[in-house]
């Protein structure tokens, strides 16, 4: 069986992280994704286990980089100078049977290049021409370099992640702004391209960085539009709910409660917790009384979960009520997480330099057409021949090309 994206054809020009990360999900889903890069160098993000010094724990070494890995898996790589015209030439070419192009350069970038969307609509009418940006296609900041660190700043994430009384985080890590930038160019693609087939049309259409965070963000977004008031930032022993809050325990772990409908659960929490004293208590009675008197009730639970290890209130809570809970855990610890591994989200892979390992898998399930990672993330050029094998080009051709310094 093959992946519901099988016969799809991709090009994408990506580099560092959201571009990227889109065309790596195409390609899970079962696209064929060729991913252009400059032969002096190719995506600078190819360097990143340089600049974060980031070694292999299996080898000591700086011999693969993760971060191309994490975003580069499921397609290849193909070396090709696009400054020069017969390079443009055989990027035609491969657009010519391509359904869709991908990048996320600035947007003086493409014309500059030969790429943009009126140039290639000539080649292919119906192509989905996709570009995903830092602040979007309009405005003062247009052509400004784009990074998921300066759009969380930008958006909100960066002040609504910290407590009242702490600086503006620096970022919220793991490339999460890019990963959902990367899952908003996607979307637009798949829309798009079950809009050409109904109705017979390609087109453009644009994504960013900026805009998927606030779409991400709708909810205090929406908050300040439509009540003219902002999320306030959480101070964890002021909250209103003291059933919607972490607490540490006696080993240094924690445990997250998110019980928005605290009444329902009151009764069973104060049983399993041992405050059953505390339960007819009128500071406490109901949720508006504990709202009231909510950083008293706290401290009171500081001191109760202080008593017991993580993995006892674990099976305390999970055994004494339908408690809507679970750990505060590390990356360490969720990629051994029974749930996650059974779901595949923590997957085997026979890697081509570390072997058989283990890897992120896809966070979705068809039933007939199953996505998986095809590859892990090629070497700069590595299938340049292969794909203009595919293209029709003959070795006499590809000689050419490498002569006139238009591949490696």
Known sequence: ?????????????????????????????????IKIENP???????????????????????????????????????????RQEEGKKVAYKLIE??????????????????????????????????????????????????????????????????GPETPPLWQVSGAGGDAIGAVITVVGILASLVARDRQ????????????????????????????????PRRDREKVVNPLCNFYQCSDGGWVYLYMLQADRYWHDFCRVTGIGHLEKDPKYV???????????????????FATKPLPEWLELLEKGGDFIFGPIQTVSQAIEDPQILANKYITDFDHPVFGPTKIVGVPYKFSKTPATVTQAAPELGEHTEEVLLEAGYTWEDIADLKDKGIIP
């Open 1 to 33: 069986m093959t992946g519901p994206l099988e016969g799809i054809h991709v090009v994408e020009c990506t580099q560092w992280a959201q571009g990227s990360s889109a065309g790596a999900m195409l390609g899970d889903l079962g696209a064929s994704v």
């Open 200 to 231: 017979g049309i390609g087109q453009r259409i644009d994504t960013s960085l900026v805009g998927s965070l606030i779409y991400l963000a709708t909810s205090p977004f929406t908050a300040r539009l439509l009540l003219g008031r902002e999320f």
């Open 286 to 304: 109901n949720l508006e009384a504990r709202n009231q008197n909510s950083e008293e009730l706290i401290r009171v639970l500081d001191g109760i």
């Open 40 to 82: 002096q160098g190719g995506d600078p993000a190819r360097g990143m286990a340089q600049m974060s010094q980031m070694r292999s724990s299996r080898t000591g070494q700086l011999d693969r980089n993760f971060f191309m890995e994490a975003f580069n898996r499921s397609k290849r790589s193909m070396a090709l100078d696009l």
């Open 97 to 162: 049977g391509a359904d869709v192009f991908l990048h996320n350069f600035r947007p003086d970038v493409p014309k500059r290049l030969g790429m943009d969307y009126e140039t290639l609509c000539r080649y292919n009418p119906q192509i989905i021409y996709a570009e995903a940006t830092g602040f979007g296609p309009e405005g003062p900041e247009r052509l400004k370099p784009g990074f998921e660190n300066i759009a969380q700043a930008k958006t909100g994430w960066l002040y609504f992640a910290g």
